[in-house]
């Protein structure tokens, strides 16, 4: 059990429907740490586009210390499309958080929280539950925002180390342990030599774990068979730039990025955030879907708990799943993105409602 009650989260609700799912994600927060005996102490801290736009910093230092110095961060979205640096790049503070505190395991559970909302179904009636680790700090997106090349060329480059490589692995192993021990590399091994160093460095790791089971996939025929049998997949773990691509067609799978929890977790910092951007063609409407954040914030109460070795944040993390398993079943939750009418403040209280009633 930890010596402290209290955890101390650094909340960064950022831009378009950002603070409007942050809140409803905050009273859930709060609702459970009062039932299972925790308190929270949540403090917000600005960055985003608009704090660019108003302050002149998208990222202060004040920001990145308080990231630094909580026990966990709960981020929102960030970006707005009117709104870029001098240079015309994107504003993205969220991934520049994630290189200064080298947030190499990127974490997107797959669930079939809402089952009419899951185009696909298994003949035998298996759910999709899968989660994929992409590398979240190199990869293709090393030369992110650079232009290199002339006239007549330009060129990005794929950097895969053996360091981060090998972080990624164990944690990959460690993670698949923690659910059905099967764990899925996705490459492109037959093309690049990236890939191929990326498969060899997975291979010395994958020694270290015999009771894992593997595979391995080029990317391309992952894409196929997260289409023809999701539901066979355990742990995958993958590059930065084909995490990038294959965390939305995972979260189209289960009903669109509304319901996508993630994330980004170093060794000492972690960070939480629904895989959906800021939605400003929504944005002030009050239709946002809020779920994806409070399915955050039990991501970010269960890899606290396990750090910790504290049973109240993992009891905490579960009551939320299952009051949102709950919500959704009962209608309460079904936001317009998952065909329904209800507004964001009700799928909070609709969660809440549900808390501790196995
Ligand atoms: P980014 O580049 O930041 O990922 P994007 O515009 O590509 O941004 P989103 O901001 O996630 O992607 O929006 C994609 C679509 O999904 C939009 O139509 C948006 O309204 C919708 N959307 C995203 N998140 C939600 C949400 N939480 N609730 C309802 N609709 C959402």
Known sequence: MAANDTISIAVLPGDGIGPEVTAPALDVLHAVAGRHGFSVDAREHGAGAGHYRDHGSALPEETIRAVESADATLLAAMGLPDVRYADGTEIVPQIDLREIFGLYGGVRPIRAWLPEAVPLKDPRGADIDFVLVRESTEGLFVDRGKRNGDADH???????TRAVSEKLFHFSFQLARQRRSHLTLIDKANVLGSMAFFREVFDEVAAEYPDVTTSRLYVDAAAMLMVQRPWDFDVMVTENMFGDILSDLAAGLVGGLGLAPSGDIGDKV????????????????????????????????????????????????ADIEQAVRKALAAGDATTVDLGGKVRTADVAKAVIARLGNP
Request: a positive charge; aromatic letters at 4%.
């Open 270 to 317: 972690a960070i939480f955030q629904p895989s959906h951007g800021t939605a400003p063609d929504i944005m002030g409407k009050g239709i946002a879907n809020p779920l994806a954040t409070i399915l955050s914030v039990s991501l970010m109460l269960d890899w606290l708990g396990r750090r910790r070795d504290d049973p109240r944040l993992l009891a905490g993390a």
């Open 154 to 160: 330009a060129t990005d480059t794929m950097r895969v």
